[in-house]
């Protein structure tokens, strides 16, 4: 048997929204302030970059000619059907 939740609304202020770089303040009277952790933004976008060129490379890699490691493909015979 399901039961009702009860909805209760409690308004407490400030509210206050934290991210993983920023913070929002809002207050009753409707004034909302933002502050940015700056270095905190500009790690996350470094980590960003780092990752999607370690993607890349790991790509990119294995197929480039001058890669000592390179994977060489072979074309595969086309198959018939036995008549």
Same mark, same amino acid.
């Given at each position: ?12 202020? %400030? ?10 303040? &809002? ?13 905190? =933004? ?8 780092? &990752?999607? &060129?370690?993607?890349? =490379?790991? &790509?990119?890699? %294995?197929?480039? %000619? ?10 595969? %015979? ?6």
């Amino acid at each position: 048997m399901a039961r009702k939740k009860k909805e209760e609304t409690t308004e407490v202020w %400030p509210k206050v929204i934290q991210g993983s770089h920023s913070t929002r303040t &809002e207050y009753e009277d409707g004034r909302v302030e933002f502050v940015t952790d700056w270095d905190a =933004l500009q790690r996350d976008v470094r980590e960003a970059i780092a &990752e999607y &060129e370690r993607s890349k =490379l790991v &790509e990119e890699a %294995p197929y480039h %000619p001058g890669y000592e490691g390179a994977v060489v493909t072979q074309e595969k %015979p086309k198959r018939t059907r036995k008549k």
